[in-house]
Every structure is written in C-alpha cells, then in structure tokens.
C-alpha cells in the first residue's frame, strides 16, 4: 500500500476495495490516511463436497460490501478487476500457475519472466472491452505495440 501510496500520489482522493483479509485495513489506513475512501468486500462460499481431485473454488453465495472509511461509490465497490488481472497474469506468466513446474528460484528469474507478460498485457492486447490497448486508453502511448516492437 506504501508503494500504490508513492505511486498514485496523496493529493488526490481514490477509491480502494480489498477483500476481507485482515492487515488490509492496518495497510490502507497507514499509507492513505483519511484521504482514500475505503470498503471491503466479503465472499460466503455456498458449502459443498469438492470431491477428489477438484482444485476450482466453491460457488459464491454471498457478496457483502462494507464501507470501511471515507465516502467510496457503492457502484465501483469491487474487487472484480484485480482478481481478472490476477487471472490474467497466472494465464500469461505461467510461473504463477497452481501446481505448477515453472518456477523461479530467485526474484530476478520472476521480474524477468514477469514483465515481457505485464508489457503485452497493456501495450500489445487490444481489450474487447476497452476496443484498444490499457496503455493506449490510459493515454500512455497513441499506438498498438507490436511483439517485434516490444522486443527488438
């Protein structure tokens, strides 16, 4: 949270949803102070047998959003878009896939499988949603990157 804190600036008022994990709320209140509104979003999981062999998370039977500090928009209280992009970079960067071989013995080995992943995500896929690139959208670059480009 210092480093999103460091990043983003605290000039500026945003908005933060996180799960329920406990030292979030410590983490938030310590980077952000008052200046960042704030809510957790709690998941039940509906409880059934898995069954041998299933790795998938149970059904979710209940999503509860609680404001937590600050003002945030119930619309945008959610914590969807972290955990698509989590999904996204376990898919693309398959160090970070469950039971998995592809591992990195040292952080350096991670950063540089990691980043040609990051870099695709947001300067070479055109988004459905967005209809271009995140980069391109944020206003970061006017073109679509190319593989060739992004590694010469």
Not at 85 to 97: G, H, I, K, V
Not at 103 to 123: E, G, I, Q
Request: a positive charge.
């Amino acid at each position: 949270m210092l480093d999103l804190a460091a990043r983003v600036g605290t000039e500026t008022r945003i908005q933060i949803s996180t799960d329920a994990f406990h030292l979030y709320r410590e983490a938030v209140e310590a980077a952000f102070g008052s200046i960042a509104d704030y809510a957790q979003v709690v998941k039940t999981f509906a409880s059934e047998n898995p069954g041998p062999g299933r790795y998938s998370p149970p059904r979710v039977s209940e999503v509860v959003s609680t404001v937590i500090s600050g003002d945030p928009d119930p619309e945008w209280i959610s914590t969807s878009h972290v955990e698509r992009w989590n999904l996204s970079m376990r898919t693309a960067c398959r160090r970070f896939t469950r039971l998995s071989f592809s591992f990195s013995r040292n952080m350096d080995n991670l950063r540089a499988a990691w980043a040609p992943a990051v870099c695709a995500y947001n300067f070479v896929k055109v988004h459905r949603s967005l209809r271009t690139t995140p980069a391109m959208a944020a206003g970061v670059t006017e073109r679509l990157w190319t593989v060739s480009y992004l590694v010469p």
